[in-house]
């Protein structure tokens, strides 16, 4: 971080700012005010260089370079910051504005590459693994933050570089005091935490709080094996970065390869699995790919990149898949149906972590309404079983279709959320707003 020059007088917003800046060293400080996200000094430098977005300066003298963006376009400017290898710290205003004082602010969360989750991002997935170097082995934890799926073991160095590769995650968290990392390590984007997280004990209560759970041993973990360390570490990154509680993580699974194949990087690649980038079309993944929604495309990619040894699970999945191509006309009301559904997985995300929009709700409602239908369709086992244990959510769809209008704003800001007739108050409010001006004209008459 740059210090502010001497010659520049400090004034309150300035003080204010430096002070959330020295919190964030390494971050991106987007600073609200009004109705843009500022940047000063440095980060308005590389901002405007990353975004192509012009620089000014916030003084007649032009020692305060500045660069700004408009508060609804967050996420598409974070999105492409992310992707240059930036971190952000949103500074948001959370008190009036004051003529006569200084507006009160806040850090609300910290946007990195493995936690980054943004409206619509059918190509981006928010992956943060967490690795403890041992002796010949690695403790890990990978952590889907857009699905919440945590997983945990300690493997070997070679399974545990087949594993990142096939993860792929946005940061690697290690032990800040480890100062030589191994070669597997190399070319990932690592960012040190405090070895305190790794501690095994330690850990292990939180973890167990976190997840509400009294025994770890349920989930198939030894509270001794330092992957627990590597799961609480990533679980407290989460938290610390989000300023959230981590109820979208429910669940921790064993990381371990005897049920599938260890394919390290150069297998990926030379077999050509999935594409090596976005517009890619040569790879096993753009053959296969006919899935109607964003959950089928992520398990569909794990499959290829994680493939099934274990003969049990393969002949169930093998059955799952004869009976689909049996039922050749169930199969295609499927397949309709599902085109109907949205990524509800990352919406309850979002949703965990105080970083949903409207659009959320919307996916989740469209979703719901789709369950019915998907419902109604006969299968023969193994499939009829895997439709029959959808839960019936009835209820919460009936009172999101009376809450929520037909068409959903992108923005809360933007209004319209809330049909007509659901809520009394804001019926009254709303009112108030479009005849208020009649009103007051007709009181002073």
């Known amino acids: 971080m740059s210090k502010i020059p001497s010659d520049i007088k400090i004034t309150p917003w300035l003080e204010q700012y430096n002070t959330f800046k020295e919190q964030y060293p390494d971050a991106l400080l987007l600073f609200r005010m009004g109705d843009f996200y500022e940047m000063f000094f440095d980060d308005a430098r590389k901002a405007s260089q990353t975004l192509n977005i012009a620089l000014t300066a916030r003084d007649p003298e032009k020692k305060i370079p500045m660069a700004g963006i408009p508060h609804h376009a967050l996420n598409s400017y974070v999105s492409r910051l992310i992707r240059a290898g930036y971190r952000a710290a949103i500074c948001e205003q959370i008190g009036e504005a ?11 969360r910290v946007i990195t590459p493995g936690t980054f989750l943004p409206d619509d991002a059918a190509r981006e997935s928010a992956h943060l693994a967490s690795v403890w ?9 990978l952590l889907s933050v857009d699905t919440g799926r945590l997983e945990a073991g300690t493997l070997s160095e070679r399974d545990a ?22 070669e597997y390590l190399s070319g990932w984007n690592i960012q040190r935490s405090s070895p305190e997280n790794f501690k095994i004990d330690n850990a292990a209560g939180r973890l167990k709080s976190a997840l509400k759970t ?53 297998a990926q690649n030379n077999l050509e699995l999935i594409p090596e980038t976005a517009g890619d079309s040569v790879s096993l993944f753009t053959c296969l790919n006919r899935n109607r929604t964003p959950m089928g495309r992520r398990t569909l990619k794990n499959w290829l990149l994680r493939p099934l040894m274990d003969i049990q699970a393969i002949t169930r999945r093998q059955g799952a898949i004869g009976v689909f191509v049996e039922a050749v006309g169930e199969c295609s009301r499927l397949l309709d149906s599902l085109a109907g559904t949205r990524d509800i997985e990352r919406s309850l995300s979002r949703f965990s972590l105080n970083n949903c929009s409207p659009l959320d709700l919307g996916a ?16 023969v086992e193994p499939v009829k079983g895997i439709i029959d244990s959808l839960p019936d959510l009835s209820d919460l769809s009936k009172y999101l279709e009376g809450a929520l209008n037909d068409t959903i704003p992108r923005n809360l800001s933007d ?5 007509a007739g659901f809520s009394n108050e804001i019926d009254t409010w709303r009112d108030i707003y479009a005849k208020g001006d009649e009103w007051l004209k007709g009181y002073i008459e």
């Not at 170097?133 to 934890?141: D, N, Y």
């Open 133 to 141: 170097p041992l002796k010949g082995r690695a403790a890990m934890a």
């Open 415 to 419: 209004g319209g959320l809330i049909r």
């Open 364 to 379: 989740i409602r469209d979703t719901l309404r789709i369950i019915p239908e998907i419902r109604s369709i006969e299968f």
């Open 98 to 108: 004051n003529p006569k004082g200084l507006v009160e602010r806040r850090v609300v």
């Open 161 to 182: 570089s087949a594993m990142l590769s096939a993860f792929s995650p946005g940061e690697i968290l290690c032990p800040s005091n480890i100062k030589n990392l191994p």
């Open 214 to 266: 009294q025994r770890l041993s349920g989930f198939g973990i030894d509270e001794k094996d330092p992957c627990v360390g590597c799961a609480w570490a990533a679980l407290e990154y989460l938290s610390a970065t989000q300023f959230s509680s981590l109820d979208n993580v429910l669940t921790l699974s064993p990381l371990v390869l005897r049920d599938c194949m260890s394919l390290d990087s150069s």
